[in-house]
C-alpha cells in the first residue's frame, strides 16, 4: 500500500510484515514486504525491479520502528546493515515476477516480487498467508458488508493530506474496506479500498 492513512502504530501484533531497504544505483529505498516462511517474503514486484536486474544489496528489518545512528557514507550504511546486531537481515536474492513490465500494461502488470533472505528470521513463528484463489471475488458477493473489512499493515506512510501529514519509519495498521475489484480503470486487476473513517 501507498500509505496506511488513518491508522495507529502497530507495535509487535504483525511481527512477520518488516520493512525492506533496497538500493539503487542512485540511493536507497524501502518497501513493505511480509513473511511467508522464515526466509521468503513477499513484496511489490517495482520494489525489485533494479535490484533484480542489477543484483544491487537489499536488507529487512522487522522492527516496529526503524532509526539510524549518525552514519557518514554510504559504505558506513552498508556495514552498518551488514551486522546483524543492528537488526538487519541481508537477502540473498530478490526475485520480481518475470513478467513484471513496469506498469507499461497497466493495470495487467504482475506487480508481484519475493525476497529470499540470507539468514532466517528468527524473531517469529507466525506468517502471512496467501488467500485462496478468488477470496476477493467471493467477499464482493457477499451481502454482509462487515465482511469487506480489512487491517492494512505496513510502513507506507501515515497520512498524505496536510495537515495530517506524517511519515514515520515505523510499522502502522489501519482499516479498510474493500470498495471494488472490477472498474473500467483497474481492468479486474487490481482492487480498491477505502481508508477515510470520516468520509466512509
Known sequence: LYAI???????????????????????FYSCTGTLLNSTLMLTAGHC??????????TWASFAPAIS?????????????????????IKAAQVIPHPEFDDYAQFPRSFDVGLVRLAAPA??????GALPSEGFLE?????????????????????????????????RYRGNVKLAEISSFFNGGQSAKFLNN???N
Open 5 to 27: 492513512t488513518f491508522g495507529e502504530p502497530d507495535g509487535n501484533a504483525h511481527p512477520y510484515v518488516g520493512t525492506l531497504l533496497i538500493e539503487q544505483v542512485d540511493g
Open 48 to 57: 525489485l525491479e533494479a535490484g533484480g536486474r542489477l543484483n544491487l544489496n
Open 68 to 88: 539510524f545512528p549518525p552514519l557518514g557514507s554510504v559504505a558506513a550504511l552498508r556495514a552498518y546493515l551488514d551486522n546483524p546486531a543492528n537488526g538487519w
Open 122 to 127: 528468527t524473531h517469529t513463528a507466525v506468517f
Open 138 to 170: 467471493g467477499i464482493a458477493r457477499k451481502r454482509n458488508q462487515r465482511d469487506n473489512r480489512f487491517t492494512a499493515v505496513g510502513y507506507g506512510m501515515q497520512g498524505v493530506i496536510r495537515p495530517f501529514y506524517q511519515d514515520t519509519w515505523a
Open 197 to 199: 473513517p470520516g468520509q
